[in-house]
């Protein structure tokens, strides 16, 4: 992969096999080694909440992650 030039910004093509979406947001993170990791942005459910109206209590947020292996042990 390499960084080419866009107008004053450089940037990175990402391999179709990645299946990213035209249009999908990122946000962008640099490492202390000068690493560079980009994150899809998600959701923020707790804006949304105050968007419709309601509180949300954060034990409600919870209840959409499932353990996936021995972490309740």
Partial sequence: MKARKH?????LTIPKEFGVEEGQEFMAFKGKRGGIVYAPVQEDIFEKAL??????RYEESLEEIKPVGREMT
């Fill in 7 to 11: 107008g004053n910004s450089l940037t």
């Fill in 51 to 56: 968007e419709e109206g309601r509180s949300l």
